[in-house]
């Protein structure tokens, strides 16, 4: 029995991939449907910033990753990169009645 894979959506500009969108600060404008990249595409868009502003999805490869401990990680590192983001900025924040206890 074939042994179903995982997508992830922080993976590297390599052929292959595809192409989610592009980063806009602490968001995403996805392009609509992911489309796979040819060779020489992933050379165009690494000429155009390649991973610091291009969002791309790939088999997930696990153990290969550094965000892999068992589990994926990427989903943790994006929690604790935006908390740390809200915690530094809080102060520029308008005040809300339930920040306290907000979930996001």
Known sequence: MKRETST????????GARLLG???????TFLGAPRRISRSESDLLEQAGGDRV?????????TRCAQWNGLCRVAEVVAEAAEKFVRESEQD???CGIRH???W
């Open 93 to 95: 924040l308008p005040n």
């Open 8 to 15: 992830c959506p922080s993976a590297r500009n390599r052929p």
């Open 22 to 28: 592009r980063a806009n600060g602490n968001t995403v």
């Open 54 to 62: 291009l969002r791309f999805a790939d088999t997930c490869i696990e």
């Open 101 to 103: 206890a907000c979930r």
